[in-house]
């Protein structure tokens, strides 16, 4: 059976291109059922594609021993099987606080940005068809369109899910005939969680009103998705021919249907980073025929002369920007910047920060020594040399230590921690901006 599943798992890679030959694959291991599934799969085609495998993992702080025991298990597999290895751990619910976010969204947000900061060509995930199914009835009871519909996609960006095909029993039977040990997440059983209620209560619920409900729903789910596809094909379009310089023009838009015409909008807003709700984007709609001004979450709206352009108030809040922070070797460093298409914001000698590095808005007053140039410059000059937007100035881009400011997110170190000949440890910072 377990072989079977392998072959269904490679019809799936085949299928949606998840991977190339050669190519450098960071698993994320959480050290459950479907993780371990998916590393052994991994594995098993190691040699076929030649890839090389990095394991990564992150202790999120929220369930205590039991969390710490999982990093653990998934830190001594690797170190059996002689596996590259990359551990993180948070304090998840203190750090969202703190960000003024939720819990669930910022352990998130932080897990990806940990796996693309080792700088590979795909992330792995373990994400199953039961997953995806549960995701679409979550969605469904919460209320959502044809994109959240469409359960989670075999591929986004650099992020594939081999598994979605298989559904969890089957992976936890393979797991059995495998011999494949696993940790339990005890928090899985609680159904106080909306998940968790929907795994245990709801879908059986379905399969006994009409046995074979996850096939249906897979089926179904394929179907949304290929609509979904063809519908982001044609909002694609219908954007491009809308620009101008500075926004879209609403004569192509207005002439377009109603449900492209507000994707096309939405997208819009996405794309610079304004909030998005059904009631505004009816306002918008209008706003479109009438002309004028329309006050957003995220700012203004204007219609003038047949041009919708959009006006931030201020910057996004600073919870809309989290910094990864990590430390290698120089050699490790230039094998990254050469190969890794992540973009470093900055990047300085370790172990010349005094404390902790922390990030704050600009103030008035602030100076940097740009490293290599010999002078000090205002940060207001700054931001007009590198042309920072007026959208990003209000964000936290200030990195300081104890002593003082070393650096500016996207433009430069200060000279103080800046990387030389002596330099044995490199501090790279790579930003993360949610839409």
Not at 386 to 408: C, F, T, W
Request: hydrophobic share 40%.
């Amino acid at each position: 059976m377990h072989s079977d599943l392998f072959d269904r798992i490679d019809r799936t890679v085949t299928e949606h291109n998840m991977l190339c030959p050669e190519d450098r694959v960071v698993a994320a291991v959480s050290g459950g059922a479907d993780s371990m599934l998916l590393l052994h799969y991994l594995l098993s085609r190691r040699e076929r594609w030649q890839l090389k495998i990095t394991v990564a993992h992150v202790e999120h702080g929220i369930r205590g021993e039991s969390s710490r025991a999982d990093a653990a298990f998934v830190r001594d597999f690797c170190a059996r099987q002689h596996l590259s290895y990359f551990e993180k751990a948070i304090d998840a619910p203190g750090e969202a606080k703190a960000a003024g976010m939720g819990v669930e969204a910022y352990a998130r947000q932080t897990r990806y940005a940990f796996f693309q900061s080792l700088g590979c060509d795909r992330i792995a995930t373990a994400h199953t068809l039961s997953d995806s199914v549960e995701t679409m009835l979550f969605r469904l009871a919460r209320g959502t369109g044809l994109r959240g519909l469409t359960g989670i996609a075999p591929v986004r960006g650099k992020i594939i899910r081999p598994l979605l095909d298989c559904t969890g029993e089957e992976v936890r039977a393979a797991c059995t005939a495998l011999h494949i040990d696993y940790r339990i997440d005890e928090s899985n059983a609680d159904e106080r969680y909306s998940r968790n209620a929907i795994r245990h209560t709801l879908v059986p619920d379905f399969d006994r009103v009409h046995p074979g409900f996850m096939q249906n729903a897979a089926r179904t789910l394929q179907n949304l998705q290929a609509d979904e596809a063809y519908l982001q094909a044609q909002t694609a379009e219908l954007l491009q021919a809308a620009r101008t310089l500075n926004g879209l023009q609403t004569a192509v838009l207005t002439a377009a249907p109603l449900p492209l015409r507000r994707r096309a909008v939405t997208a819009y807003l996405e794309e610079k980073h304004f909030p998005v709700d059904a009631l505004h984007l009816a306002q918008l709609d209008e706003l479109l025929a009438s002309g004028g001004r329309l006050q957003l979450p995220g700012g203004f709206a204007h219609v003038q002369r047949g041009v919708l352009t959009l006006e931030a108030a201020g910057a996004p809040p600073a919870a809309a920007i989290a910094y990864e922070q990590i430390v290698v070797s120089v050699a490790e460093f230039l094998t990254i910047r050469e190969l890794s298409q992540i973009k470093i914001d900055f990047y300085c000698d370790y172990d010349k920060i005094t404390g902790s590095v922390r990030f704050r808005q600009r103030q008035a007053g602030d100076r940097i020594s740009p490293a290599g140039r010999g002078c000090s410059k205002s940060l207001k000059k700054l931001y007009c040399e590198y042309r920072v937007p007026h959208s990003r100035r209000a964000l936290p881009l200030v990195a300081e230590d104890d002593l003082g400011i070393i650096a500016v997110a996207g433009c430069c170190c200060d000279q103080r921690v800046g990387v030389d000949a002596t330099t044995r440890s490199v501090l790279y910072v790579v930003s993360h901006t949610e839409d």
